[in-house]
């Protein structure tokens, strides 16, 4: 059976990193936050930092998982070896029906509203225009995984370097922190505060959503071993410091109040500075952040879907490679459809609102499975081990834990909707299993077969 090829390098999955996760967040969340700390610029940076080091121990642990078990699928494989089928078929189903569609769908419909700046779009043009940006992506990454990490890799290189440079120039040009009446220290940090900081802490993570992404990509990178835990830091370290940068720069410009009150502060923050003009160019890189963070949800979304075919728990046609392009073909193309479906009717408003906190349960699941295998394969090889073991995934867990369970007491109806929505997935899974255990007792192999064909899958 035919396998994904090779070809991501450390570069590659370093900027691809960053290229999934710096979409539209970084310009349109750090007003949110302010909002909810109550313009408290200090707790706002430390929300910020806090988001992105909580980031950062995920992607070392998932860096030796995912160096220890190179394969297509990453996250899925992870809680399939170490927790069973039924809960990585969860991951798996939320992923494909909710959270991959629904971030396409989001950026899609956020590229439109973006290139209304430069042209007046009416609802169906608008429509027109975010199914075709979908049909784009899907085509791109159909015809090869190295074309689609080039231009994601490009984008990434033009995206993160006009942030940095905005930021530099805000900071140079900007009244300064002081001079406003901020500081990067917090005025109070309290009990009462947690809430709030809940809150905040949801925004902050969608901003850095993506990271987790790349592990799907792991039966795609070269040399996995070394190239995996090292890229997934090297990007997620990287990502902290250009938010982090963004964040000072804009209150340096406009200052905790002003920055409040708006609702795309990059432009704003640009316009106060440098005139209206300027601030409409900000749209520029922002839409190719957009569409180049599409690109990589893309690009690493579909080896999860292909994994599962392969167990023979999802529509087989998932795990086919294209014979021409060495690509999930139908993977892709297959959820890009259903990404296309939700923008042009705008349902991904209302999945992402109830799921979106429901993909932390299973990063959480994912980097716990690290506790078993350290206890069950002891001896495994190991080419790179987290640091800090095992404070380091306990901290991850704990954290995202503390996410998911703020979310369930501040917006209890929206988060018991979410895990609604997860469970659905339940009986398509007994379907799945049931076909799955009759195809093995037909060839004769039961859970050997099953072994035999996630051996298959590992090599290239």
């Not at 190179?70 to 899925?76: K, M, R, W």
Request: charged fraction near 10%.
């Amino acid at each position: 059976m035919r396998q994904l090829e090779r070809t991501i390098t450390l570069k590659d999955l370093a900027l691809l990193v960053v290229g999934v996760v710096i979409g539209s967040g970084i310009f349109i969340v750090p007003a949110t936050v302010l909002n909810l700390l109550q313009g408290d610029v200090g707790a706002a940076l430390l929300v910020w930092l806090f988001g992105g080091l909580l980031s950062l121990l995920g992607a070392l642990t998932y860096g030796e998982l995912g160096a220890m078990k190179p394969e297509a699928g990453g996250i899925y494989v992870f809680i399939r070896e170490a927790f069973g089928r039924f809960p990585a078929f969860l991951f798996g189903w939320t992923l494909f029906f909710a959270i991959a569609p629904g971030a396409i769908a989001t950026l899609a419909n956020a590229f439109v509203g973006y290139l209304g700046e430069f042209v007046t779009l009416g609802d169906s043009a608008g429509k027109l225009v975010a199914a075709g940006m979908v049909v784009v992506l899907a085509a791109l990454n159909v015809k090869g995984t190295r074309e689609s990490t080039r231009v994601t890799v490009w984008a990434t290189v033009i995206k993160a370097s006009a942030v940095v440079i905005m930021s530099v120039a805000l900071l140079a040009a900007g009244p300064g922190l002081s001079s406003h009446g901020a500081s990067l220290l917090p005025r109070e940090l309290s009990l009462s505060m947690l809430p709030a900081i809940g809150i905040a802490m949801i925004g902050v993570l969608w901003a850095y959503e993506g990271w987790q992404w790349v592990t799907f990509s792991a039966g795609e990178t070269v040399d996995p071993h070394r190239t995996f835990p090292r890229g997934i830091a090297i990007g997620t370290a990287l990502i902290i410091a250009i938010y982090i940068l963004g964040n000072i720069a804009y209150v340096a410009a406009l200052g905790p109040a002003a920055s409040m009150q708006s609702e795309s502060i990059a432009s704003t923050a640009v316009s106060a500075e440098f005139g209206a003009d300027a601030g409409r160019l900000v749209a520029v890189p922002i839409l190719i952040a957009i569409f180049s963070a599409a690109n990589g949800a893309v690009l690493t979304g579909s080896p999860a879907f292909f994994a599962m075919a392969r167990d023979n728990l999802f529509f087989r046609r998932l795990g086919e490679v294209h014979s021409t392009f060495g690509t999930p073909a139908f993977s892709i193309g297959s959820f890009c459809v259903w990404a296309i479906l939700l923008a042009v009717t705008g349902t991904f408003q209302q999945l992402l609102t109830y799921t979106v906190f429901t993909g932390w349960i299973f990063y959480a699941l994912g980097a716990a499975s690290i506790f078993m295998y350290r206890r069950t394969q002891p001896s495994a090889a190991r080419p790179f081990r987290v640091p800090g073991y095992p404070l380091t995934p306990i901290l991850f867990v704990g954290a995202a834990a503390a996410i998911v369970l703020n979310t369930l007491v501040t917006q209890p109806q929206q988060g018991l909707m979410g895990i609604g929505v997860v469970f659905v997935g339940a009986p398509a899974y007994f379907v799945w299993a049931r076909r799955s255990r009759g195809e093995d007792a037909g060839t004769g192999g039961g859970t050997d077969n099953l072994t035999q064909r996630r051996r298959n899958t590992e090599r290239v």
